[in-house]
């Protein structure tokens, strides 16, 4: 009790406040541009942080990750341009809602099960870190390479349109992992003497490249969406709500835990939780043929669980220190900076600084109802931008964005490439997001896999000595082959 | 514009070949079976065998959607030529901002692309000033990322 009041202490100082207001309003605007990520905001939050104690340190990451993912999905419903990655499953659903008149709701479903999902993922991430942290202490390269795969495998269940090609994508994302000195033997692989291919592809101006860059092509190709009939106005957002929720509530709390299960898994992040809510509120909808046309189900489900994934995200990172994704990998980094080892050790001798976390997350969840609000309200200033003015300057965005990660304008490059990849990629029926999937979880499957085989001593049978490596070997396994079984049963019978 | 998978098959699976090959010159770990070729290895066989299945699908096809199905886009050549100098105004942002420095670079790219999107010049001229000030007062000052001073750094601030 004294470490929860020690934490109250920490938290409510007018200085922690003001800090946690700020991050607030920068997560809200990076997340709101389109081709700036909830990843980058965190990362360009860093440089900052370095001047600030812990708890306003950790506190403006966590309020700014928080903000900009439900940020994300004000472009994505008023432009189809999604703020970041983790809007794109629900971007042309929320945005068919926008040019059926029905803005508003879209949004306001968004901001309330964004709330809802971000606190339900706080509460999940009090209760049950030790006793998940219990059972992730006994996982080893086994357990960790078919998560990889889960991982993987949802990516190409999960995405429209050709399986095979949704495969090509995922391969190709593989296929950058292993640029660069990153691997099991250490050797320069596909660098060709390029000093600085040696560090390997970051994913960060490959993801701008991707969902931005090629937006933008698009757009001077004259192939963005027609605005014309979009909504320009946006009103009482609040309109529904209790509906909403009396409706929609086993949809937002499946959502929630499936964000969470998913943010918790090392790799996957809001991203794919969003992916994965998304397609599984349609397979279990009861008007599945709604979806696609501008249905509130969806959406509700995938913001739920994206917001809640963030939550899920930290359980890892705080009791093992590892990355639930690529925003917790950031993090990781600012609490070794500010002397909070995570590590199961930080829970018994610094339990007021992770109370004070755990505090913040729900101050931000609760703080975004209305900076949320007021972010949506003015995002009517983005539907009167000019498109030929709003583009260069979300190019402009994107560049230094890229150039930001690295400090280096090879980021740009990177950013340029994947943006006519991504533009070639999707004008030809290929889903983008099995790419970035593939750069991030492409290291951790070879490492896994490698050290797993130099463990067994090369024996394939490693993989399903162990009963949680076995159970998940065996799920993964059925998930690849239990749909190609029922291909050739249907053929046959027919 | 669409190009007939069979097509694609083709050149992806030229890529798989050379992935392939060139995985064969990575070195073995010594002792070990698996070293650093083993993934490429895998990646070259999983996309030949991708590629394979998209060459037969698109032969299937061929005789209804030909060899390339043109968007709109691609016969109207103001449209390639906005696509080419955007492009190029990135190209020339990664090459001469370092020499140059940011904010002419970003002064010059953003007015270039704001005159090919149809923005009138005194407006673009105007916004163009205005975004890279603010662009490089948001993440030079605020946030610390060092971006090049150029032909500027005597005024540096």
């Known amino acids: 009790m004294d470490a929860i009041l020690l934490a109250s202490e920490m938290v409510f100082q007018p200085q922690v406040l003001l800090t946690i207001v700020m991050a607030a309003l920068f997560g809200l605007f990076v997340g709101a541009v389109p081709g700036l990520t909830a990843t980058m905001a965190t990362a360009l939050l860093v440089p900052i942080t370095f001047f600030m104690e812990p708890v306003p340190a950790i506190g403006a990451i966590v309020t700014c990750s928080a903000m900009a993912i439900f940020a994300g999905d004000i472009p994505g419903t008023l432009l189809r341009i999604p703020g970041t990655p983790a809007s794109a499953a629900y971007t042309d659903e929320a945005y068919a809602m926008t040019r059926k008149g029905q803005g508003e709701l879209a949004l306001g479903a968004n901001l ?39 991982g993987l495998t949802c990516a190409t269940v999960v995405g429209t349109g050709s399986t095979v090609k949704g495969l090509v994508s995922l391969l190709i994302g593989l296929f950058v992992a292993t640029i660069g000195l990153n691997n099991p033997a250490g050797v320069p692989r596909f660098t060709f003497g390029n000093v600085d291919l040696l560090g390997g592809i970051d994913f960060i101006p490959a993801m701008i490249g991707l969902f931005a860059v090629s937006e933008i092509f698009r757009y001077v190709l004259g192939m963005a969406p027609d605005l014309d009939g979009a909504q ?17 509530w086993r949809q937002s709390i499946r959502g929630n835990v499936i964000g969470i299960s998913i943010g918790a898994l ?92 755990f505090l913040i997350f729900i101050l931000a969840n609760i703080f975004m109802i209305p900076a949320g609000w007021a972010a949506i309200k003015s995002a009517r200033v983005l539907m009167r931008v000019p498109r030929n003015v ?11 964005g890229s150039f930001a990660i690295n400090n280096s304008v090879f980021g740009i490059t990177v950013m340029l490439v994947f943006g006519l990849l991504g533009f070639v990629m999707e004008e030809n029926g290929f889903p983008i997001a099995p790419t970035i999937l593939g750069i991030v979880l492409g290291p951790m499957l070879e490492e896994n896999f490698v050290t797993s085989m130099i463990k067994s001593g090369g024996s394939f049978a490693g993989f399903f000595e162990r009963p949680i490596s076995g159970t998940l070997g065996v799920i993964t396994l059925a998930i690849w082959i239990v749909p190609l079984v029922l291909f050739v049963w249907r053929k046959a019978r027919s | 514009m669409r190009i007939n998978d069979a097509i694609l098959g083709a050149v992806l699976l030229a890529f798989a070949i050379a992935i392939g090959l060139y995985a064969r010159t990575l070195p073995a770990i010594p002792g070990q079976e698996y070293g650093a070729a083993v993934f490429p290895t895998w990646i070259a066989f999983a996309i030949g065998a991708c590629s394979l299945v998209l060459i037969a699908g698109g032969l299937r096809h061929w005789t209804e959607t030909g060899a390339v199905s043109l968007a709109s886009w691609a016969r109207s050549g103001h449209h390639l030529r906005a696509l080419a100098i ?72």
Request: glycine residues 10%; hydrophobic residues 55%.
């Open chain 1, 266 to 357: 090392p790799g996957a992040g809001a991203d794919i939780a969003s992916w994965v809510s998304y397609a599984v509120s349609k397979r279990f909808s009861r008007t599945p043929e709604k979806f696609g046309t501008g249905h509130v189900e969806g959406i509700i489900e995938s913001t739920s669980s994206n917001n809640a994934a963030l939550g899920g995200a930290w359980v890892p990172a705080l009791v093992f220190g590892i990355p639930g994704d690529s925003i917790t990998a950031i993090v990781i980094g600012v609490l070794y900076l500010k002397g909070m080892n995570p590590g199961p050790t930080i829970f018994i001798n610094n339990p007021q600084d992770i109370y004070a976390v």
């Open chain 2, 86 to 157: 955007t492009v190029a105004l990135v190209v020339f942002y990664i090459l001469v901002s370092t020499p140059l420095g940011f904010i002419p670079t970003a002064f010059i790219t953003l007015t270039a692309l704001f005159a090919v999107l149809g923005v009138r010049l005194v407006p673009a001229l105007a916004v163009a000033a205005v975004l890279t000030m603010v662009v490089h007062y948001g993440f030079y000052s605020l946030l610390r990322v060092p971006l090049p001073w150029g032909v500027l750094t005597p005024w540096a601030w």
């Open chain 1, 112 to 150: 309330l099960f964004s709330a809802l999902g971000g606190l339900f993922g706080t509460a999940i991430l009090i209760v049950a870190a030790p006793s998940l942290a219990e059972v992730a202490l006994r996982f080893s390269s086994f357990e960790y390479f078919w998560l990889a795969c889960l």
């Open chain 1, 390 to 400: 709003l583009m260069p300057t979300i190019l402009m965005f994107c560049v230094v």
């Open chain 1, 232 to 248: 320009t106005k946006v009103g009482n957002l609040f309109t529904g709500w209790g509906r909403l929720m009396k409706q929609y």
